[in-house]
């Protein structure tokens, strides 16, 4: 069980740490709220990440597969995305805000923009029923409720500590943006949710 929670802690760091559109959404909101806001983005995409695994890992994320349920998600989900690009875009063409202390309401608008994100990517289904049958090979040789309870909580504690992680350096970071890095930013946000809006919108059409 030591070996499947060590497994699980470090593929949960691989899962958070690739670039994605959590990162990109994390990173916007971030540049103006500081650690508050990108914490919010995170710790609101965990939210969706747990549910997914508890689905996934019980078999019941398979009706998701389904056309008439995958479809309408991946259309949320693209749409969701673009929204967000569309931010990103209006922010860069926008002079640089002030950079401010998050409130409660927008660590509130935050922690919702990164659960939507989470719940609504299509690609978290099969991830997650894949797992499902890794789990052996990750540790456990006869899976059972105690293996699977291991393998998410050391999935899960390894994505709780990047939420500070990557809040903490996307706080940090804030302080040295200029006037151009933050247009630059924004406009390299806005192209990065506009992509896996596309790429979402992509997949889609192969389902």
Not at 35 to 45: C, E, T
Not at 94 to 102: A, I, K, W, Y
Not at 143 to 150: E, H, K, M, R, W
Request: aromatic share 12%; net charge positive.
């Amino acid at each position: 069980m030591i070996e499947l929670f060590v497994s699980a802690f470090a593929l949960g760091f691989l899962f958070n740490a690739a670039p994605g559109a959590i990162f990109t959404e994390s990173l916007r909101r971030g540049m103006v709220g500081g650690f508050a806001q990108a914490f919010a983005v995170q710790v609101g995409s965990l939210i969706g990440d747990l549910i997914w695994a508890v689905l996934g890992l019980l078999g019941a994320a398979a009706i998701f597969t389904l056309p008439l349920v995958a479809q309408p998600m991946a259309v949320l989900g693209a749409a969701l995305l673009g929204w967000m690009a569309w931010q990103s875009l209006r922010d860069a063409i926008r002079p640089m805000p002030c950079l401010m202390s998050s409130g409660v309401q927008s660590r509130k608008s935050a922690f919702a923009a990164g659960a939507g994100l989470s719940l609504s990517n299509p690609m978290n289904i099969p991830y997650w029923a894949a797992l499902g049958g890794t789990i052996s090979a990750l540790g456990a040789a006869d899976p059972d409720g105690l293996a699977f309870f291991v393998f998410i909580t050391g999935f899960m504690a390894s994505s709780f500590l990047w939420c500070f992680v990557c809040a903490a350096g996307i706080g940090w970071t804030r302080h040295y943006v200029s006037p151009v890095i933050w247009r630059v930013l924004n406009l390299t946000c806005a192209g990065g949710l506009l992509f896996f809006a596309l790429l979402t919108l992509s997949r889609l059409i192969g389902v």
